[in-house]
T-cell receptor, first 114, second 112 residues
Framework: DAGVIQSPRHEVTEMGQEVTLRCKPI?????LFWYRQTMMRGLELLIY????????DSGMPEDRFSAKMPNASFSTLKIQPSEPRDSAVYFC????????????FGSGTQLSVL | DAKTTQPPSMDCAEGRAANLPCNHS???????VYWYRQIHSQGPQYIIH?????ETNEMASLIITEDRKSSTLILPHATLRDTAVYYC????WGGGYQKVTFGIGTKLQVIP
C-alpha cells in the first residue's frame, strides 16, 4: 500500500488566494483526520470524518476553512481567503477503525502564505 | 480521553536505552496507551500500544505500571535516527467517533 498520500508537498501563495490541500487515505480505512502543525501550537486536530461524514469540526479555526470528503478515497481542505497566519504544515491521517486504532499519517503539506 | 503528561525533552547517548515516561493518572479501564513519534518534517508514526500487559515489537517496548497510571516507552539501543518527538496518547479501543488529540510530547535527542 502506498500509504496516505497528500498533495501538494509544498504550497506558496499570496494572502487572499484560495488554497486547496488534497488527501488520499489508505484504501479500506473509514476514518480521516486533518491536522495542522505550527511551532507555537503543536499538532492541532482540525476536523475528522467517519465513513465520509464530518463528525467533529470544532478545531476548524474560522469559516475560511472548509473540508470535504466526497468519497472514501479523497478529501480536501480548503482555505479561502488565505492569510499569513495560516502558514503551517497540514497533515492528513487515516485509520482503519475496524481493525485497530492506529493512525497513519501522510507526509504533510508545507503551506506558506505570503 | 484521559490526559497525559510527558517531560518536554530528554537526551540519550547513542547505543544506550532511551526510557520515555508518560503519566496518565486518570486513565479508565477501557483506555489503551498509544505511542507515536514524529521525526523532523515527517508525519507522526505509530510505534506501539498496550492495555495493561507489557508489549514489545520491532521498534520498542512498552511497560505499563500495574495501576496503569503511568507507562514507559523503551528504545533498547537508541540510534541517531531515533531523534524525534515522542507522543503518548490514551484512548478507548473502538473509540470510532472519538477524536485523536496529541499533546506536546517529549523531544528526544540522541547524542553521538
Amino acid at each position: 500500500d502506498a500509504g496516505v498520500i497528500q498533495s501538494p508537498r509544498h504550497e506558496v501563495t499570496e494572502m487572499g488566494q484560495e488554497v486547496t490541500l488534497r488527501c488520499k487515505p489508505i484504501s479500506g480505512h473509514n476514518s480521516l483526520f486533518w491536522y495542522r502543525q505550527t511551532m507555537m501550537r503543536g499538532l492541532e486536530l482540525l476536523i475528522y470524518f467517519n465513513n465520509n461524514v464530518p463528525i467533529d469540526d470544532s478545531g476548524m479555526p474560522e469559516d475560511r476553512f472548509s473540508a470535504k470528503m466526497p468519497n472514501a478515497s479523497f478529501s480536501t481542505l480548503k482555505i479561502q481567503p488565505s492569510e499569513p497566519r495560516d502558514s503551517a504544515v497540514y497533515f492528513c491521517a487515516s485509520r482503519s477503525g475496524t481493525v485497530d486504532e492506529k493512525l497513519f499519517f501522510g507526509s504533510g503539506t508545507q503551506l506558506s502564505v505570503l | 480521553d484521559a490526559k497525559t503528561t510527558q517531560p518536554p525533552s530528554m537526551d540519550c547517548a547513542e547505543g544506550r536505552a532511551a526510557n520515555l515516561p508518560c503519566n496518565h493518572s486518570t486513565i479508565s479501564g477501557n483506555e489503551y496507551v498509544y505511542w507515536y513519534r514524529q521525526i523532523h518534517s515527517q508525519g507522526p508514526q505509530y510505534i506501539i500500544h498496550g492495555l495493561k500487559n507489557n508489549e514489545t515489537n520491532e521498534m520498542a517496548s512498552l511497560i505499563i505500571t500495574e495501576d496503569r497510571k503511568s507507562s514507559t516507552l523503551i528504545l533498547p539501543h537508541a540510534t541517531l535516527r531515533d531523534t524525534a518527538v515522542y507522543y503518548c496518547i490514551v484512548r478507548v479501543w473502538g473509540g470510532g467517533y472519538q477524536k485523536v488529540t496529541f499533546g506536546i510530547g517529549t523531544k528526544l535527542q540522541v547524542i553521538p
